[in-house]
């Protein structure tokens, strides 16, 4: 399913508060949010038996869209009555705070280098909706990722929710999406139209498969894009939005 971005307050929050990104919210768009659902009830299949299922969204490259969009699929749901839980993993670069207009400290990174016992989990203007914030940024994400305090922690929230999503770096820039493979139930990678070449998305793919990753699905973002993809480097405009497609497990062959 396809939807298109006609003007800049698509994603804006009808409902009185303030996010500083652009993301799915209950006052957004009835096409928005069937868009969204589509890709929610595909990941419900996927994670069909599972108590629950923890999905990581990544990206080839920066600047794809990938927060943006398991933000917004965080939000559709828990929109469907699913306690969930957004975990922001990019403590590189970590921005699920900004869509949330909250504090990111006290969060992730803090609790995997030990310097805090407390999960400290923040309620959201979406009800069932939870996120734990990056913290602050460390020197080691990887190496925090990898611990055994990372699946304590999985192990902890998945006692208390239905879905777990949780936001990764671009898997060919870092490594530490990759650390997930044997954590979670799959990966869902964000593709920017127009952006990425056709290498790039194969070396990604090709990563979390050598990790013995699952891949469950990818999400073309903006497939009307006509930017050459030679700008991938120098793409800067983070939220060109205009349309999202999502490619699940039926259509594994368009991954390659």
Sequence with gaps: MLFQKKNKSLFSNKSGSHSERPRLTLGSPFAIKEAFNSIRTKLIFTGKGEKCPVFAVTSSLASDGKSTAAVSLAVSIAMAEQRVLLIDADMRKPSVHRYFSTEYRNGLSEILAGLSSEIKLRSTDIDKLS?????????????????????????????????????????SIVTDATIFADKIT??????????????????????????????V???????????????SYRYNKYYRYNRYKYYGESNADSRK
């Design 217 to 231: 699905g990818i999400i073309l973002n903006d497939p009307e894009n006509k930017t050459a993809a030679h700008y």
């Design 131 to 171: 996120i734990l914030t990056a913290g602050q940024i460390p020197p080691n994400p990887a190496e925090l990722l990898g611990t055994k305090q990372m699946d304590l922690l999985l192990d902890y929230v998945r006692q208390y929710f239905d879905y777990v999503i949780i936001d990764t770096p671009p898997v």
């Design 186 to 215: 799959g990966y869902i990678m964000v593709v920017q139209s127009g952006k990425n070449h056709l290498q790039d998305v194969s070396n990604a793919v090709r990563q979390i498969e050598e990790m013995k990753g699952n891949i």
